[in-house]
């Protein structure tokens, strides 16, 4: 199979091309990513030498760039690349809706021209708006999306949904609750209260701290995604959850314990704008019809993730100063 990815420097992309290319290494892999702060190529350095992996630096809302990109008899798109955290949406919302929704609806016509066979939309949890106690989000149930962020990854579905039903592309959705393990860039919560902590910084809890995310350990999420690729129902959405529903403070209080650090490392702040108090994915479809089921224990996942985050205090060190980025200005010109 010939993949074409985009995103795949970013944190869920590039455990996808590790883990493909772990398990069918004579296979192409193609990795287009525009480098933005999120991108970082020390996410792909393993899989930078091996010979059937390539990285093609570009813009998903350049046509001309991804048109010249995507080989001829491309099997599958995997479209992981957006602008994917609700805090920059809040401050700016101009390059989520270039990025994830113009560069949907441009990724998804150059796919059409190409004769893509499939494209595998990588959405969010987030589009079902916050639940009460008690509710769960299901696969046909409207979107409700509350932060610009997630109203952008609903346009970029709704966008994908039309480019099925009215050209017959063979587009499959995927809707993942929040992701954490190794190579998560620090602006995300666990990673910052993770390397905050190392530190004996303070972590910020926004509010009370008592709004509920879904865990998933993105290698619980990446074998979901392989799953859905290769058997998913054209035209179909799956949810992908972690059955890991836990309040932030909770959250924060298992990682201090795990590390060993006080929980007076706890600082209330102001809330998010707008913050979602609940999400939950009702996930029992592709449980139900893929036999997929995440395997990796929440309080597993993260000691994991923790000690990974011990062992690589260069790979830290170099995202937090966006050091990566001066050196793949001097490989692929201004970033
Ligand atoms: P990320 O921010 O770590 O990575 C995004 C990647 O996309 C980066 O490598 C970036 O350089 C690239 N990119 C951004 N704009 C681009 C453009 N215009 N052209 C080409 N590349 C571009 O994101 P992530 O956390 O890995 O999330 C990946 C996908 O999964 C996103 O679509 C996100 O909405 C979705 N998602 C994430 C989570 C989560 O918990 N992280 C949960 C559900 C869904
Ligand atoms: O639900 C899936 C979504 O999960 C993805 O679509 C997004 O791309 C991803 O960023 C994530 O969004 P969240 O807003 O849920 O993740 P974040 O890590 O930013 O925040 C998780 C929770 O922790 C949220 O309730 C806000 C809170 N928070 C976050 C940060 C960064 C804090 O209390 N303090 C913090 O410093």
Known sequence: MALFITGGAGFIGSAFIRTWIERYPAETVINFDKLTYAGNLDNVAEAARHPTYRFIHGDICDAEALRAAIPDGCDAIVHFAAES?????????????????????????????????????????????????????????????????????????HLVRAAAHTFGLDAVITRTSNNYGPYQFPEKLIPLALTNALENRPIPVYGDGQQVRDWIH???????????????????????????????????????????????????????????????????????????????????????????????????????????RQYYARMYGAL
Not at 126 to 152: C, I, N
Not at 275 to 291: F, K, N, P, Q, T
Not at 308 to 315: A, D, K, N, S, V
Request: aromatic fraction near 8%; charge should be neutral.
């Open 85 to 157: 955290h609700v805090d920059r949406s809040i401050l700016s919302a101009r390059e989520f809706i270039l990025t994830n929704v113009l560069g949907t609806q441009v990724l998804l016509d150059v796919a059409r021209e190409k004769g893509v066979r499939r494209f595998l939309h990588i959405s969010t949890d987030e589009v079902g708006g916050s639940l009460p106690e008690g509710r769960f989000f299901r696969e046909d149930d409207p979107l409700v999306p509350s932060s610009p962020y997630a109203a952008s990854k609903a346009a970029a579905e």
């Open 218 to 324: 993105v290698d619980d999420n990446c074998a979901a995604l392989r799953v859905v690729l290769e058997k998913g129902q054209p035209g179909a959405t799956y949810h992908i959850g972690g059955r890991s529903p836990l309040p932030n403070r909770t959250v924060l209080l298992t990682l201090l314990d795990l590390l060993g650090k006080p929980a007076s490392l706890l600082t209330e702040v102001a809330d998010r704008l707008g913050h979602d108090r609940r999400y939950a994915v009702d996930c029992s479809r592709i449980e139900r019809e893929l036999g997929w089921r995440p395997q990796i224990p929440f309080v597993e996942g993260l000691a994991q993730t923790i000690a990974w985050y011990r062992e690589h205090p260069t790979w830290v060190a170099r995202a937090r100063s966006g050091e990566y």
